[in-house]
């Protein structure tokens, strides 16, 4: 995935966070996310983007995006996807 690209996947999967049409409650994607930073050209910086992050970024990227009000979770060590009205 190219810089753009990934500036682009996180900006949109916070800017969904905030909106309230995603929910995370994987507390490792949470706390990948939050850690997330921006160099000085004010693009994501990739080093500080971490791997549950990014496998749920590359869902996105390929078509599979959760869709909104999904609600991600932990469920042992794997992350669940399912909507939160089930």
């Given amino acids: 995935m190219d810089r753009d690209d990934l500036h682009d ?3 949109s999967m916070k800017e969904k966070l905030v909106a309230g049409r995603l929910v995370l409650r ?10 997330v930073r921006f160099a000085n050209d004010g ?12 496998a749920l970024l590359m869902l996105r990227s ?7 009000g999904t609600v991600i979770s ?3 060590t794997e992350s669940i996807i399912r909507d939160p009205g089930k």
């Fill in 9 to 11: 996947l996180v900006i």
């Fill in 26 to 35: 994987d507390p490792v994607v949470l706390r990948e996310l939050s850690e």
């Fill in 74 to 76: 932990s469920g042992g």
């Fill in 43 to 54: 693009k994501v910086d990739p080093a500080t983007v971490g791997s549950s992050v990014r």
């Fill in 62 to 68: 390929r078509g599979r995006e959760p869709s909104d």
